[in-house]
């Protein structure tokens, strides 16, 4: 089997188990922060935290053995925009929270019979290659030229290494400090620790990054066709997809199409052998316009924070790019803005029940 094909085939497969997964455990940043912010229920949070620690692990395990090079990823580039990295991060994560979950979380959903999530991943999908190659193209190219900076460091262990540490020593401190502050933030949680399907969801998740690491940078490095060094992202493959579906004779299937089409088919089969499987629409036309707003906000902001809650929150969080941890706190935000404060998002139910009344 040739490189490309093995590389393609090994997507589908990480993409079956997420959807598997993702389906089960309700793994989802947005469902977290809800659950966090507004509900007082950390168990998801953990989840996420537990697979951030997890995915740094082996991704740094991989990187400093010299297993697979990160630095040919898209987030440890010299030069970047931290402006617009966070920016792009705040519309993700409020358009997150309009649309009641990420776009992996849309695809989980889809699988599950969500005919909601359908809009959702249509709507992101279109947004995204506006902002990639499209109407929007320009402007986001413009924005990024303007307020790009070339930094010295652009990860952890390279900061720590401005101190006068070596890479030998500066890789596994910064990895170290970063994973014990997740786990200790994990399992200081009570019924975290009392929830082994929460725990065991994180540690695979974060396994799934890592492995999509190796499979990219290890198993796809052939010196005659290579494939680009990435894991577990949805953003652009979203849009990848929906372009592959539409004009597959001028395209060729990636990493990123396979994932997202084991991610669907992993949830599919799973909710059909579980009983979970159920048709559910939208409730009105504003949850309907809601939604859409919410995905087109996700798709933008997600190609502007080059990745959304999974392609920065964990696969580039676990190469400890120092853009990742910009683009995670703008996601936070937005998400946190949209769960509390002025510019909440108002519950669907209590919304409408105030339409009707005014």
Known sequence: MESTQL???????????????GLLSGFCL????????????????????????V????????????????????????????????????LFGYGMVLSNGCGARALVLLGRGNLRSFVVVTVLAIAAQMTLKGLIAPGRIALVQATQTTV???????????????????????????????ILFAFAHPAFRRA?????????VGLLVAGGWLVTGYLGADDFNPVPVTSLTF???????LQYAMLSTGLTLNFGIATVAGVFAGSLVTALAT?????????????????????????????????????QGLTGVSTLALGSFVAVAGILLGTAAGLRGALRVQPLQAAEADQRAA
Do not use: W
């Open 152 to 182: 010295a460091a652009n990860s952890l262990p390279s900061l720590l290494a401005t101190l006068g540490l070596t890479e030998s020593h500066s890789r596994p401190l910064a990895a170290a400090a970063t994973i014990v502050a997740l």
């Open 55 to 90: 995915a740094i692990a082996a991704s740094q395990l991989l990187a400093g053995s010299g297993t697979v090079d990160l630095g040919k990823s898209i987030y440890l580039q010299p030069s970047f925009s931290p402006a617009v990295l966070f920016l792009g991060g705040l």
């Open 275 to 311: 009983g979970r499987f159920k048709l559910e629409g939208y409730s009105s036309p504003r949850h309907m316009l809601r939604s859409a707003t919410g995905a087109a906000l996700m798709g933008i902001g997600g190609v502007m924070a080059f990745g959304c809650s999974i392609g």
């Open 235 to 241: 953003v652009a493959p979203i849009a990848d997809s």
């Open 196 to 204: 082994p399907g929460q725990i065991v969801a994180g540690i695979i």
């Open 7 to 21: 590389v393609i085939l090994s997507g589908l497969v990480i993409g079956l188990v997420y959807g598997a997964v």
């Open 30 to 53: 947005m469902s977290s922060m809800r659950g966090f912010l507004a509900e007082g229920d950390g168990r998801l949070v953990r989840t996420y935290a537990l697979a951030i620690a």
